[in-house]
């Protein structure tokens, strides 16, 4: 299979996370099987955020999981901490388990129902231990310490259940779950998906400070192309299971040069459809995973596809001196700029809406 490229790998000495040529296929009766990643390699440089962008069905909710090896991809390497995770079994697995944690989309329902508050984030220590210590009572004082640094008082939630919380106090639990088996990663699959929009911005605000304070490194997953501006440094669009564009953040979302990340960003409330030929091309269905299109994925939706699209594969190129990196025959110049800031939902926009909801916890 012809590869996406990687030549926006970096070799920053303080990479932590390294995905190369990642695949990830589920079969599909006599039909196949679908192509839920194909060829996908990424970095992620310690203290870093990696914001994962795209429509429902790219693939990148399926790339986290294939991260922790849920599943296992079907080709490809997952290096972490100079280990590759695809590699690993049993003991070995098991042990860097506590270092990759994940916080899900829907936190009512990521959270068994019939434990209490104080056993669900205790979770972990009991399974994986907290690699901290053996001793019992610091076990303890860990437990209050992530509890009180969500936000949520030990004393008042520990005896209760999840039904008893709202969407954004059940997230925090969620925080603290990760939090406390002292994780280096945490991957957030559209944290604030299932959130009031007066809500996200404090989780959003929540995972900010839980990443200095514990000195992580996130990877962030959304559709929401408003929310991962705001919180990540890195940018990664996918489109259908293919890397498509990917740089820094700021300047890949002010001089967007892939037709489908224009065509994204066309969308945003309030964006003022400022790629207007980009707009229209999102009209299209999303093609099937099981049988993806020849050439670029994106071919049948993209306004400026060409005969060489259907036939030839684009790789990953630099398109300026900087750190952005697009897969397409014909990018966009990069000199327009959009300014996504004046645009509609922000998170900022959200943070000053946000209510004194959450703070009784
Ligand atoms: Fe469009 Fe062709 Fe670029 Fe694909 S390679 S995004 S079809 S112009």
Not at 130 to 157: H, N
Not at 164 to 174: H, L, N, T, Y
Not at 256 to 280: C, I, K, M, N, Q
Request: net charge negative; charged share 25%; with cysteine.
């Amino acid at each position: 299979m012809a590869g996406s490229g990687n030549a926006h790998l970096r070799s920053d000495p303080n990479t932590l996370l390294r995905i190369e040529n990642m695949v990830v296929e589920f079969p599909a009766g006599r039909k196949g099987k679908v192509h839920a990643v194909s060829d996908v390699s990424f970095d992620v440089v310690e203290g870093e955020t990696l914001g994962i962008v795209g429509e429902s069905g790219c693939g990148k909710s399926t790339t986290a999981k294939a991260i922790i090896q849920m599943p296992k991809p079907t080709a490809g390497n997952v290096w972490f901490n100079g280990k590759d995770l695809a590699s690993l079994e049993g003991e070995e697995m098991r042990r860097m388990r506590p270092e990759i944690q994940m916080i899900f989309q829907d936190p009512i329902s990521s959270l068994n129902p019939r434990r209490k508050v104080r056993e669900i984030v205790s979770e972990g220590i009991s399974v994986w231990g907290s690699g901290r210590s053996a001793d019992g009572a610091f076990t303890q004082d860990r437990i209050d310490e992530v509890m009180t640094s969500v936000g949520l008082k030990p004393e008042m939630v520990s005896d209760r259940r999840p039904h008893e919380f709202s969407g954004g106090q059940c997230q925090r639990i969620a925080v603290a779950r990760a939090l406390v088996l002292d994780p280096k990663v945490i991957i957030c699959d559209e944290p604030v998906s299932a959130l009031d929009v007066s809500v996200q911005a404090q989780i959003l605000n929540l995972l900010e400070d839980m990443k200095e304070r514990y000195g992580l490194t996130l990877v962030f997953i959304s559709h929401d192309l408003s929310v991962v501006k705001n919180v990540s440094d890195r940018v990664m669009v996918m489109y259908l299971g293919k890397v498509c564009e990917v740089g820094d953040g700021d300047h890949l979302f002010d001089h967007p040069a892939h037709p489908y990340t224009r065509a994204l960003l066309s969308a945003v409330p309030g964006g003022g459809g400022r790629f207007e030929d980009s707009a229209e091309s999102l009209e299209g269905e999303l093609p099937s995973p099981i049988n993806p299109p020849d050439g670029c994925r994106f071919h049948t939706r993209c306004p400026r596809a060409e005969d060489k699209c259907r036939s030839v594969e684009p790789q990953l190129a630099a398109v300026d001196d900087g750190d952005h990196f697009v897969a397409c025959h014909f990018p966009h110049e990069v000199g327009v700029q959009f300014d996504l800031r004046n645009g509609g939902d922000t998170a900022e926009a959200a943070a000053e809406v946000a209510g004194p909801e959450e703070a009784d916890a």
